[in-house]
């Protein structure tokens, strides 16, 4: 692994100077406890960078006086719909976002779900999202 590791016994005795690296100088680093058992520590801004490749393709279909919106991704299952476009757009960002919310909640159970667990890196890229305009910046308009 090239990120620095530092053991768990050291990283609580130099928190602070570890904390410093992670935030000022921005390195990524890995705690490492019992040889097997690590966590990443990482800004949440550079966390969002590094996912900022990940869009939610949306299908759009209207009809009959009702804008559907539907997320275009394998097992998600996600659909809004309004009168509008502008309510569906909003009703869809409400829906990722508690999606996300669920998601994180209940991780293991998500994690040990082969049609669920690929979903891990979008669902952190939203919950990185500092607002509900953000995540209406990820979503990506696909004609029908």
Do not use: C
């Not at 090239?2 to 705690?31: C, G, S, W």
């Not at 990940?54 to 394998?74: A, C, H, I, N």
């Not at 890196?121 to 209406?136: H, K, M």
């Amino acid at each position: 692994m090239m990120v620095a590791q530092v053991q768990y016994t050291l990283a609580r005795k130099e928190l602070k100077d570890l904390f410093n690296r992670v935030y000022h100088e921005q390195t990524p680093e890995v705690i490492v406890r019992n040889q097997k058992e690590q966590v990443l520590l990482v800004r949440p801004d550079l966390a969002r960078l590094a996912l900022d490749e990940l869009r939610f393709p949306v299908r759009k279909e209207s009809g009959e006086g009702t804008v559907v919106m539907t997320v275009d991704l394998p097992d998600w299952d996600i659909v809004a719909w309004g009168p509008d476009e502008a309510s569906a757009r909003r009703q869809l960002v409400a829906d990722l976002a508690e999606y996300a919310k669920d998601y994180l909640e209940r991780l293991p159970l998500f994690l040990m779900a082969p049609n669920r667990r690929g979903h891990f890196g979008r669902v952190l890229r939203l919950v990185l999202a500092d607002s509900e305009q953000e995540i209406e910046g990820l979503l990506q308009f696909r004609a029908t």
